[in-house]
């Protein structure tokens, strides 16, 4: 079974997300153009423990091993939305279903029922055809396309928002 839990301040987490974020699969994925700097990555984490905003969890695999990261990013407490992330870092824990299993317990669970969250969103390319699927069969529906809106390998492409709602 797979796990999820607040990511933990170690080197190992440090050094793992600072490959796997500056990959250029994961970047694309997570519409992020620029890489990041060790410095930058650093005081990333520095900040993490007193973000109330932006909340960041790793994703452990059925032997405990660390494959990736879920999170929750600009929520709106009082409205109680989100947006999710995830990125599974490394090519060959792709396509196993940790992805459907992460989200899954994530926004079942934390989200909805720990957080209290109301509506869920994510924000992703219309290329990203693996994401979109994903996301579907996790009960996400497509709530509006946003023309051009990123820029990425030399051409605007449209970013498409879709969310799921608590109890629908
Ligand atoms: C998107 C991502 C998190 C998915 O995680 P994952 O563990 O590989 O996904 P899963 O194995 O749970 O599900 C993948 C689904 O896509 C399907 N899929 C795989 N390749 C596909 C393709 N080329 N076309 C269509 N569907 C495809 C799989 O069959 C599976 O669907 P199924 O459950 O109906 O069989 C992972 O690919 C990733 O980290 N990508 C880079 C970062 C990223 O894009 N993050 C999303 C930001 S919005």
Not at 124 to 150: M, T
Request: charged share 30%; net charge negative.
């Amino acid at each position: 079974m797979i796990s999820i839990s607040p990511l933990l301040d170690t080197i190992e987490n440090r050094e793992a997300t600072f490959k796997w974020i500056n990959s250029e699969d994961v970047r694309r994925g997570i519409l992020r153009n620029e890489k990041t700097t060790w410095p930058e990555h650093e005081n990333w984490f520095r900040r993490l423990r007193d973000d109330r905003k932006n909340i960041h969890f790793q994703i452990l695999d059925d032997d405990c091993a660390f494959i990736g990261c879920i999170s929750l990013k600009n929520i709106d407490w009082e409205n109680g939305s989100g947006e999710l992330m995830i990125y599974i870092g490394d090519a060959e824990n792709r396509g196993k279903h940790f992805g459907y299993r992460a989200i899954k317990l994530f926004i079942e669970h934390t989200c909805f029922l720990y957080f209290n969250m109301r509506k869920i969103y994510v924000t992703v390319s219309a290329e990203n055809i693996i994401a979109r699927h994903l996301y579907k069969r996790c009960g996400f529906i497509e709530e509006g396309v946003f023309k051009d809106a990123f820029f990425q390998d030399g051409k605007y492409i449209d970013v498409i928002k879709m969310v799921r709602i608590s109890d629908e």
